[in-house]
């Protein structure tokens, strides 16, 4: 794929502006593009992704039930002021295996408000994985994006290459 970047720059005359933009990429990889596609005089503009209202944390995982039960009580107790949340998981099956702990673990609060049906529109903790409706991501998507429900969201990578 690369390669296939530089010939097409390769037909772009020189004194066209070309702009590359990564979220992820480190200094070297960042090189090697700039190489392939020919970039001269580049200007590299680097933004800490450090934001105050992101708070990226990593806990040592003993069990289901010793690692997320406390979160369990402060969306029990909680509700909808609880902060939004995503816990990302390696494996689909580890997002099934919470979703379905938290589920239990919240029972009649598992949807707000309290006693209303288990569309995802209500449910305070969802799932996100490659295997989702495409119509249920959707809805995620939209709903995770407001102040509404759902406030955890169990997911795998593909919530973030949406």
């Given amino acids: 794929?690369?390669?296939?970047?530089?010939?097409?720059?390769?037909?772009?005359?020189?004194?066209?502006?070309?702009?590359a933009l990564t979220a992820t990429a480190t200094v070297k990889p960042?090189?090697?593009?700039?190489?392939?596609i020919g970039l001269y005089n580049e200007?590299?503009?680097?933004?800490?992704?450090?934001k105050p209202n992101i708070?990226?944390?990593?806990?040592?995982f003993v069990t289901v039930s010793?690692?997320?039960?406390?979160?369990?009580?402060?969306?029990?107790?909680?509700?909808?002021?609880?902060?939004?949340?995503?816990?990302?998981?390696?494996?689909m099956e580890d997002c099934a295996t919470l979703y379905l702990?938290?589920?239990?673990?919240?029972?009649?609060?598992?949807?707000f408000p309290v006693g209303a049906s288990d569309l995802?529109?209500?449910r305070m903790v969802d799932m996100y994985t490659s295997c989702t409706d495409p119509v249920i991501k959707d809805t995620?998507?939209?709903q995770f994006t407001k102040l509404q429900n759902p406030r955890i969201l169990i997911a795998t990578i593909a919530f973030g290459m949406r």
Avoid: H, W
Wanted: with cysteine.
């Fill in 140 to 142: 995620i998507i939209t």
């Fill in 120 to 122: 995802p529109r209500f």
């Fill in 66 to 91: 010793q690692t997320f039960s406390p979160l369990v009580e402060v969306v029990a107790k909680n509700g909808l002021s609880v902060p939004k949340t995503i816990v990302y998981c390696y494996r």
């Fill in 1 to 19: 794929m690369m390669s296939r970047i530089g010939e097409l720059c390769s037909l772009v005359p020189q004194k066209v502006n070309i702009m």
């Fill in 55 to 60: 708070v990226y944390m990593v806990k040592e």
């Fill in 101 to 111: 702990y938290f589920r239990e673990s919240l029972k009649k609060k598992f949807v």
């Fill in 30 to 36: 960042r090189k090697e593009v700039a190489d392939i």
């Fill in 43 to 50: 200007v590299v503009i680097s933004i800490s992704p450090d």
